[in-house]
Each structure stands twice: as structure tokens, then as C-alpha cells.
């Protein structure tokens, strides 16, 4: 019967494509669905980024055992930065380099496999997320092992003399970069390829006709086409990328530390909560900062 | 003249291959790592072959435990996950309600944001409410920042899927219910469970938001982080190599899987529209 009282439903709309039945009943629904995972990112996402707010602003002189005040201590934010500007800029320089140098690799690669690796495509992409598949600590801790001083890579450029007898990759800042590249490449690969796979080579065939050279194809039809996965491939690089702090600590010395390796140990060794809070927060401020003036000399705002 | 032709047609082949190698030579090293008996404990370089760590995985029993510990907290965030974010996935697909910019907006912010603000911003909120951090708080931690990546993947499986499909099931006097369970589910089931997979190795590998909600609690990435500075025992390699195999099979089986079901299911209903047909 329950079958049978609900089928016709004569909604007196056309039988053909018709738009989603409304009814009274069913507008508390999507409320419904949405209540749990939305008050779950209100509590634990949005709610803890006000008490971050807070925090930044305690009063610097308390402790976690004799309790904070939030007494408005915007002077904690100057603090921070005055000790830790160093890291601070690391942090964007690394990432920065190492996000150059991932459009230099990632753009061949997402071009070949997007327009070039025909049957070999799946196979190849499989190959571009396969670093995924294992923990992301492990294998950075491998670069250890190829950076290593004993290691064949050092040795080889020992012997071509790129680096001096006594020249190392681990523990500078070539191998923070390395690692930074390394792990977030393919963040920037994947959407890039999404791009490029769309791209019409018939588009790129009619500009040859029409007497472009490949750099002018390049130039002036890849890139503009495939602008929208590079500047969100570039995103998903840069952001992760600028707040990470295991290459460095894995790689590097604390003379490569980022801003995240102070803010750990703000947090964690030296407990002094204001000051890691408002480090945590500068971070993101100047990270919305770059990606806003990003979007905008890029002219695409309709990303976000 | 014939060589600089070939090299203009494939040098961008040659360059991504290149990068490949890049990408993939780290895992080769755990592999190879994984059957290396290390000269001393805070040696990385390779030394001696042995089968050893494989044979005996928890000879280090506190890596087992922390393993065992990661998979437990794995397990429940991605449950919690993907139940919630599949529920908001239909609401933003099925459904037409005001607040919706608000709501996409709660669902971008977490992946756009960096993690280590995430991480202590819910410290900083587990502190001042006096909720001391364990394993639990991973948990509610790791649900957070799951969430969202499993209404990405449902709602673009939602979104590709041909309506006529369940309006066919009504037509032919199936209860609403009915029409979910035995039509809607089954054709969303493969965005769930790849979202399922994609929440499970987010929990399992991640690190920095851990780190700080974790308390005491060792996940398998804290006891990696904290043994890096002790020495790494070459189990944990082991480890390493078999969650990249186990990914692996189940890629393989995937696609082997798409491949079938595509080969079935092109003949007999060629008309239906690709997007919803479209498997994996």
C-alpha cells in the first residue's frame, strides 16, 4: 500500500524532465541533513579560530598552569614577529622557490599526460598520486637516505664538482626545498591536469595553421587555457607548502626552520600560548594576503 | 634534421618522465629500506640485505601499537566523515534552501586553510574548555577536517548522476524509499566509498593537526616524527612499503572493476546518457 500511495504523485507538472518535486513537508529536510557535518565545522572548525583570536591576545605574562587573561595584548603580535622574523620569511621564500619549481616540473608533466601519454594515461596518473599512497614522514625520511652524505647523489655531484669535497645536500636549505617540492607537487599536477585535458588540440593544431611557432601556441593558447587548474594547482601548493614545518625539521637544521616549527614548539615544548597563537595567525593573514594579491594580478576572482 | 624532430615531438615526454622519477624514487628507497639491517640506529643509508623486518613487523612493539592506534582513529573519523558529509552532499545536490553560499563557504574554508592553523586553533579551544587531549580529541579533529573532502567527492557523484534513473523507479511503484535504496544507493555507493578511502588515508597520514590535539596519544606519523630524532627503526619501512602495496591493490582492483562493469553495462543500455553510466 505504502507503494501504491506514493507513486503518481500528481505534482501537475509534465511528465518529460520535471523539476524537483517541492512539497510543504520537505523544506525542514535539507536543514535536517546538513545540521550535523555544519555544527560540526562550526564547533571544531570556525569556533576554535575565534578562540585562536583570543588566545593571540591573552596576556602574556600568564601560564598554562596559572591561567591566562585576555587582557588585548595586541603588542604579542609585533613581539612575535620582532623574534621570529626570520622564520617567518623563510617560510614564504621556501615555499616560494619550491612553488617554482613546481610549475617547472609539473607543468611538463600535466601537458604529457594530459596530451601526450595516450593509452598510458590511468598508468601514469597512477604514478602522480603514488607518493600519496605511503606516509607522508616516511617518505620524506627517504630523502634523507638520497641526500645523505655517503649517498650516490652526493657523490656524483661531488664528483662533477657542483658541490666541493666536503659539500652537503641534507641540512641545507637546497634539501628543505627539495623535500617542499617534493611532497606538494602533486597538489599542483593533479588540477593542472584537469586543465589540460580538456584542452582541444584541434585548438592548438588551427594556431600552427595559422603560422604560430610553438612558443606562440604556447604562449598564446596552452597557458591561457589551462590558466584556471594552474592557479588553483598553484594554491593547493603554496598553501600547504608555506605552513609546513616537518621538511624542515627532517631535512633542515633550526638554522632552516619555518614558521611552523616555532609555532609547534610555541605551543608544545615552550607552552606559551599568546605567542604561538599569534604567530598561528599572522601566518594565515599573510598567507590570505598573498593569495588574494595572487588572484587578483591573475585576474580570475571567481576561483574562490 | 630527423634527430631535432624527435626531440621537439617528445622532450616534454622525456622532462615529465623525469619528474616521474622524481616523484616515485623516495618510495623505492622505503622499499629498499625495508629489507636493510641499518650499521647503526641513526644510520639512513643502505647496509645489508634481510629479510628480518619483515618477518618479525612489531619487533619495535610501541610502532605496532601506534599502527594499531592510527588504524582505531581511522576507522571512526571516517565513519563519522563520510556519514555526515554524504547527508550534506545530498542536501546540496537534492535540495533548494536559502544559506546555501553560507554553507559552501563552512565546507571550502577547512581545505584552503593551513593545517597547523587548524591545529592550533582546536588546541587552543580544547585548552580554555578544559578537554583534555587524547585520543578522542584526534578524533573529533580529524572528522573536521575530513568532512569537507567527503561532500566534494559525494556531490560531484551526485551531481553526474542521471535523475531519470529514480524517476523511472517511481514510475514503476517504487516507494521513495525503495527508490533510494535499491536505484539512488547503489549508483552513489562508488562516490562514497572513494570518499570513504579518501577521509581513511587522510586520518591515517596525517601529522601536524595530530601533533597538537594528541595529547599522549601515539598515532603511527607521532611515532615516526618522535623516533626520527632517537633513530628510526627499519620496521617502520616495512610499514611504509605495505600501505603503499595495499593502496596500490586497491586502485588496481578499482580499475579493474570499471573496466568490467563498463564492458557489462555499455550493450544494454546504450541511450541512457554517459554521465551516468560513467564508472569508478
Not at chain 1, 617560510?91 to 616560494?96: I, K, P, R, T
Amino acid at each position: 500500500m505504502t507503494a501504491l500511495a506514493h507513486v503518481p504523485t500528481p505534482t501537475g507538472q509534465p511528465a518529460a524532465p520535471p523539476p524537483l518535486p517541492r512539497g510543504g513537508r520537505r523544506r525542514l529536510l535539507p536543514y535536517l541533513l546538513l545540521l550535523p557535518g555544519a555544527a560540526w565545522l562550526l564547533l571544531f572548525f570556525a569556533v576554535p579560530l575565534f578562540q585562536l583570536a583570543a588566545a593571540s591576545l591573552y596576556d602574556p605574562s600568564g601560564s598554562l598552569s596559572t591561567g591566562y587573561a585576555l587582557t588585548w595584548a595586541f603588542g604579542n603580535y609585533p613581539d612575535a614577529l620582532q623574534a621570529y622574523w626570520p622564520q617567518f620569511g623563510r617560510s614564504f621564500l621556501y615555499a616560494g622557490i619550491a612553488l617554482v619549481l613546481a610549475v617547472l616540473m609539473g607543468y611538463p608533466l600535466a601537458y604529457a599526460i594530459a596530451q601526450k601519454a595516450g593509452r598510458w594515461k590511468s598508468l601514469l596518473l597512477v604514478c602522480v598520486v603514488a607518493p600519496m599512497f605511503t606516509s607522508f614522514l616516511v617518505r620524506t625520511l627517504a630523502w634523507k637516505t638520497i641526500l645523505s652524505d655517503n649517498g650516490w647523489l652526493v657523490g656524483l655531484l661531488r664528483d662533477v664538482h657542483l658541490l666541493g669535497p666536503d659539500g652537503r645536500l641534507l641540512a641545507t636549505p637546497v634539501a628543505v626545498v627539495l623535500g617542499l617540492t617534493y611532497n606538494f607537487l602533486p597538489f599542483l599536477v593533479l588540477p593542472l591536469y584537469a586543465s589540460l585535458e580538456r584542452l582541444d588540440y584541434r585548438l592548438l593544431e588551427a594556431a600552427g595553421d595559422l603560422y604560430a611557432s610553438p612558443v606562440q601556441t604556447f604562449r598564446r593558447v596552452t597557458l591561457p587555457l589551462s590558466m584556471p587548474g594552474l592557479i588553483a594547482g598553484t594554491l593547493l601548493f603554496f598553501i600547504p607548502a608555506t605552513g609546513d614545518y616537518i621538511n624542515a625539521e627532517l631535512l633542515g637544521t633550526p638554522n632552516e626552520y619555518m614558521v611552523g616549527n616555532v609555532i609547534d614548539s610555541a605551543f608544545l615544548v615552550r607552552l606559551d600560548y599568546p605567542q604561538g597563537a599569534a604567530l598561528s595567525f599572522l601566518l594565515m593573514a599573510a598567507i590570505l594576503a598573498v593569495v588574494f594579491v595572487y588572484l587578483r594580478r591573475a585576474g580570475t576572482e571567481e576561483v574562490l | 634534421m630527423r634527430l631535432t624532430r624527435w626531440l621537439a615531438d617528445h622532450w616534454v615526454m622525456g622532462v615529465a618522465l623525469l619528474v616521474l622519477g622524481y616523484l616515485t624514487l623516495p618510495i623505492a628507497v622505503v622499499a629498499a629500506l625495508s629489507f636493510n639491517r641499518p650499521s647503526s640506529r641513526l644510520s639512513y643509508d643502505f647496509n645489508e640485505f634481510t629479510l628480518d623486518n619483515w618477518q618479525r613487523p612489531c619487533a619495535t612493539s610501541d610502532m605496532c601499537d601506534a599502527v594499531v592506534r592510527s588504524v582505531q582513529i581511522g576507522f571512526i573519523a571516517t565513519v563519522v566523515a563520510t556519514v555526515l558529509g554524504t547527508l550534506m552532499a545530498f542536501a546540496l545536490v537534492r535540495h533548494r534552501f536559502t544559506g546555501r553560499s553560507g554553507i559552501n563557504l563552512l565546507i571550502f574554508l577547512p581545505m584552503a586553510t593551513p593545517e597547523l592553523v587548524m591545529g592550533t586553533s582546536l588546541l587552543a579551544l580544547f585548552v580554555s574548555a578544559g578537554v583534555p587531549q587524547g585520543f578522542w580529541t584526534v578524533v573529533i579533529a580529524h572528522v573536521m577536517f575530513c568532512v569537507s573532502f567527503v561532500v566534494v567527492t559525494v556531490k560531484a557523484r551526485l551531481a553526474g548522476m542521471d535523475r531519470r534513473l529514480e524517476e523511472a523507479a517511481a514510475d514503476l511503484y517504487a516507494s521513495p524509499w525503495q527508490a533510494f535504496r535499491l536505484v539512488t544507493l547503489p549508483l552513489v555507493l562508488p562516490g562514497i566509498v572513494a570518499a570513504a578511502l579518501l577521509a581513511f588515508s587522510l586520518s591515517f597520514d596525517d601529522f601536524i593537526i595530530t601533533n597538537f590535539n594528541a595529547g599522549t596519544t601515539i598515532t603511527f606519523p607521532m611515532y615516526v616524527w618522535g623516533a626520527a630524532q632517537r633513530g628510526i627503526p627499519p620496521q617502520v619501512n616495512v610499514i611504509g612499503t605495505a600501505m603503499f602495496a595495499i593502496a596500490l591493490l586497491l586502485v588496481g582492483l578499482s580499475s579493474l572493476r570499471g573496466r568490467r562493469t563498463r564492458r557489462v553495462g555499455l550493450p544494454a543500455a546504450p541511450a541512457t546518457g554517459r554521465r551516468a553510466k560513467s564508472p569508478s
